[in-house]
């Protein structure tokens, strides 16, 4: 599953997600994964949870980023959840890479049993069709 919230910057989106993860620390089976490009929010989340600073691995586009979450799931195959705030609007150019990394998350979701939730940035309404069957 993947589950993309597309709000303006500054619409509390990171709180949201913050909150999301730290509430599935208590019924999750699995490991949780926190990926943010910084670590201002590294002592707001559970202590159980993962947290990764992406900014630390000179992740540049899309593909590096795949690269990535695909280290960390080989890595450990007990991840259950992975949250994504912040560095989709930095990797990602246009449309076209957006639904290209989504794609790709979403065979890594199937294959691998791992939901992703990701924060996007940008108007509700200016939301580009190849994100749409993502958002919530």
């Not at 246009?94 to 990701?118: M, P, Q």
Request: aromatic residues 12%.
């Amino acid at each position: 599953m993947i589950q993309v919230f597309c709000k303006e910057k500054g619409s509390g989106k990171t709180k949201a997600l913050m909150n999301l993860a730290n509430s599935k620390v208590s019924s999750s089976k699995g490991n949780l994964v926190y990926i943010d490009d910084d670590t201002r929010g590294l002592l707001r989340i559970h202590k159980n949870i993962r947290f990764i600073c992406s900014k630390d691995f000179n992740i540049h586009n899309y593909k590096d980023f795949y690269g990535f979450i695909c280290g960390i799931i080989s890595k450990d195959y007990d991840v259950e959840s992975i949250f994504i705030d912040g560095i989709l609007s930095d990797i990602c150019n246009d449309a076209d890479d957006f639904s290209s990394i989504l794609n790709k998350l979403e065979y890594l979701s199937e294959k691998f049993k791992v939901d992703f939730y990701a924060n996007v940035s940008c108007e509700e309404n200016n939301i580009p069709d190849t994100i749409k069957k993502y958002v919530v």
